[in-house]
Nanobody, 117 residues
Framework: VQLVESGGGLVQPGGSLRLSCAAS????????MSWYRQAPGKERELVAT????????NYANSVKGRFTISRDNAKNTMYLQMNSLKPEDTAVYYC???????????WGQGTQVTVSS
């Protein structure tokens, strides 16, 4: 199993970034997937979740209306489109495979997003 995030970087407030999570080693389309983030000194928090077929999504209140989660099961890839970025969005962003039991959860290594002028 492998989850590889990419697309992070430095962006000015109000800017946009698109994160990708490339999955391999398992049947991607059979798992719910999520994005999490962890800012320095804070606990890891759930950002968004997407259903197996991509037809259901949920968002943290702090990103609702600004971020969009999506997936392409043919490419085994999940995305997070982040618009209107704020300094408080600065964090390491992780993708997670949501197992039907916690022991089957799997995390990527994370990608840094920094929002600063």
């Amino acid at each position: 199993v492998q989850l590889v995030e990419s697309g992070g970087g430095l962006v000015q407030p109000g800017g946009s970034l698109r994160l990708s999570c490339a999955a391999s080693g398992f049947t991607f389309s059979t798992y719910i997937m999520s994005w999490y983030r962890q800012a320095p000194g804070k606990e890891r928090e759930l950002v968004a979740t997407i259903g197996k077929a991509g037809d259901s999504t949920n968002y943290a209140n702090s990103v609702k209306g600004r971020f969009t989660i999506s997936r392409d099961n043919a490419k085994n890839t999940m995305y997070l489109q982040m618009n209107s970025l704020k300094p408080e969005d600065t964090a390491v962003y992780y993708c997670k495979r949501v197992g039907f039991l916690p022991k089957y959860d799997y995390w990527g290594q994370g990608t840094q997003v920094t929002v600063s002028s």
